[in-house]
Nanobody
């Protein structure tokens, strides 16, 4: 059973920091790419940051210079360091991953976000 487990959300004042974690568990060989999405009430889901197998990363314009995505391959984990948080960053944050996994006797490589975390709420007060 492969799953993504998130942690790190919470309540923080504007200007503060939080770090979100997303760990792939189960028969996972590697994270090929992972993205952090967020969805605020009444708004569409937004891709905030993504990281690839070579550790190159992309960011939404709204978080550039404030958020940093990183990975720990040994732990099959990806982190989102969020600094200088603003009230408009308030949302449910979810990680999504394309993984290489073992399924029965096969090694399955995916290049799409097929696996999703349960979501973690981030609230930034003004």
């Amino acid at each position: 059973q492969v799953s993504l487990v998130e942690s790190g959300g919470g309540l923080v004042q504007a200007g503060g920091s939080l770090t979100l974690s997303c760990t792939a568990t189960g028969t996972v060989f590697s994270i090929n790419m992972m993205g952090w999405y967020r969805q605020a009430p009444g708004k569409q889901r937004e891709l905030v940051a993504s990281i690839y197998s070579g550790s190159s990363a992309n960011y939404a314009d709204s978080v550039k210079g404030r958020f940093t995505i990183s990975r720990d391959n040994a732990k099959n984990a990806v982190y989102l360091q969020m600094n200088s948080l603003r009230p408009e960053d308030t949302a449910v944050y979810s990680c999504a991953a394309a993984l290489t996994i073992q399924k029965n006797t096969l090694v399955v490589v995916t290049n799409e976000y097929l696996y999703w975390g349960q979501g973690t709420k981030v609230t930034v007060s003004s």
